[in-house]
């Protein structure tokens, strides 16, 4: 049986729009699950940061005395990893940061994450074992450039030094 021309648009047939509709449709989702896991990965890479970066400080403070550059990778859209004391006033070249995470004090945090809103919820961390009063003693915050996703931290710990620095 043979369909008139109300079964079609334009001249095309019911199947064929139908069948470009479901691509069109395939290629959005495809795009989002992407997105998605393009995100993910990025968030994952905050989080094994903040492990490592834990764990390398523990390691240099357990040992009698260390000097070592950690090198590691974070998103691109983070510009800078920043240490900061939020009990004392901010000062030096990054007070616009400093305004930022401003917003976390009275938390328990020492570690902050430039711009926060690309940190995925974990803008802001407690290191322990940091001499964040040493850290932050000519800056306030003091942060490390991330550039194009990489980023070198120096830990430093002498042998009479009870806490570690970076650099």
Not at 10 to 30: K, Y
Not at 48 to 75: C, G, H, R, V, Y
Not at 139 to 149: D, H, L, R, T
């Amino acid at each position: 049986m043979k369909r008139g021309k109300k079964a079609q648009i334009f001249g095309i047939s019911f199947g064929i729009i139908f069948s470009v509709l479901l691509i069109i449709f395939f290629v959005v989702i495809a795009f989002i699950v992407i997105n998605s896991f393009l995100k993910t990965q990025k968030c994952a890479q905050v989080g094994f940061f903040i492990e490592d970066f834990k764990n390398e400080i523990k390691d240099a403070w357990n040992s009698q005395s260390s000097s070592f550059e950690f090198k590691t990778n974070l998103p691109s859209n983070l510009d800078y990893v920043c240490f900061a004391n939020l009990s004392a006033n901010f000062k030096g070249e990054y007070l616009d940061i400093g305004e930022d995470i401003g917003v976390f004090q009275g938390q328990n945090a020492n570690l902050f994450f430039s711009p926060r809103k690309n940190a995925c919820d974990m803008a802001h961390q407690n290191i322990e074992h940091l001499d964040i009063g040493k850290i932050t003693s000519l800056k306030n915050p003091y942060c490390i450039a991330v550039n194009k996703g990489k980023i070198k931290i120096n830990i430093e710990k002498g042998f009479n030094d009870n806490l570690i620095g970076v650099s």
